[in-house]
């Protein structure tokens, strides 16, 4: 694992869309650049359905000056697939993006969204994630770009990250293996949300959610119950080959694990019953 000098360890963060990140990870990254890792976010789409009012032009621009924004946060770089929300497709000219997007990040870790979300963008965004993982490596796999970026030495660390409010497309709870204590960090988390200023409306609008900011606090609040801590962040680990299968994130961070199945079991009757 790289960590010296300008070799430094490179973790690549991909969302579907603007501000996934910032909800879902940003805690866990901002605790990796603390120990000195190189940050890239990314994502599939440009959020250029993420307003009830401005066109899909106007709200991809601004979406993109707010993503670059809170990326600077951390000193990171920010770039984005192009592709329109709610089109996001298993093609594979979409796969060809994400491992050009690995190639050019040669990331040692990657973060992404679960296999099964709430919606169909985040969900396609994983297996993009999963494939990149895997072709990113292979030689022989030619992506069709006029300037191709050279192929990884090696398969990645992947991590998902949670879903919204811990459920699946079927509404269940999911239980993570293991959760990362944000608590030290969770005012850099918020001001990297924070940038997403076009977000708030669009939230309350379709989804319901006023307050962007305290409804990701409350959430990171919750999952951070589950182990004993202020504020955590919640995920689960892709350990199919040929995947590395050991945990290197508990070698740099404050890494907890549930006590087991009956406390989860618990908390999720208890937010039934809140339900």
Not at 68 to 81: F, K, P
Not at 232 to 251: G, M, V, Y
Request: net charge positive; aromatic share 10%.
């Amino acid at each position: 694992m790289r960590q010296s000098g300008d070799e430094k360890t490179r973790v690549l963060a991909l969302g579907a869309h603007p501000d996934d990140v910032e909800f879902l990870m940003a805690g866990t990254l901002a605790l990796l650049r603390q120990k000195g890792f190189k940050i890239s976010i990314a994502t599939v789409a440009t959020g250029d359905m993420g307003s009830m009012k401005m066109r899909n032009q106007e709200i991809a621009s601004k979406r993109f000056q707010e993503a670059t924004g809170a990326a600077r946060v951390l000193d990171a770089s920010y770039e984005c697939l192009g592709e329109s929300d709610l089109h996001i497709v298993f093609d594979n000219p979409t796969r060809f993006k994400a491992t050009e997007l690995l190639r050019r990040a040669q990331p040692d870790i990657v973060f992404t969204h679960p296999p099964q979300d709430y919606m169909r963008d985040h969900e396609l965004t994983a297996d993009l994630a999963w494939d990149a993982c895997f072709n990113a490596s292979v030689p022989n796999y030619f992506t069709n770009q006029a300037n191709p970026a050279r192929p990884t030495k090696k398969t990645p660390y992947l991590f998902y990250a949670d879903a919204l409010g811990g459920r699946n497309r079927f509404g269940d709870r999911i239980r993570p293996t293991f959760y990362v204590d944000v608590t030290s960090v969770m005012g850099i988390k918020k001001i990297m949300l924070a940038k997403h200023r076009s977000q708030r409306s669009w939230l309350h609008a379709h989804h319901g959610v006023d307050e962007y900011l305290v409804s990701m606090k409350n959430w990171t609040r919750e999952r951070g119950k589950e182990v004993g801590v202020k504020y955590a962040e919640a995920f689960t680990q892709h350990r199919s080959n040929p995947f590395p299968s050991d945990n290197i994130l508990k070698n740099y961070l404050p890494v907890l694990y549930s006590s087991g199945p009956k406390n989860l079991r618990v908390e999720e009757n208890r937010l039934r019953e809140g339900d």
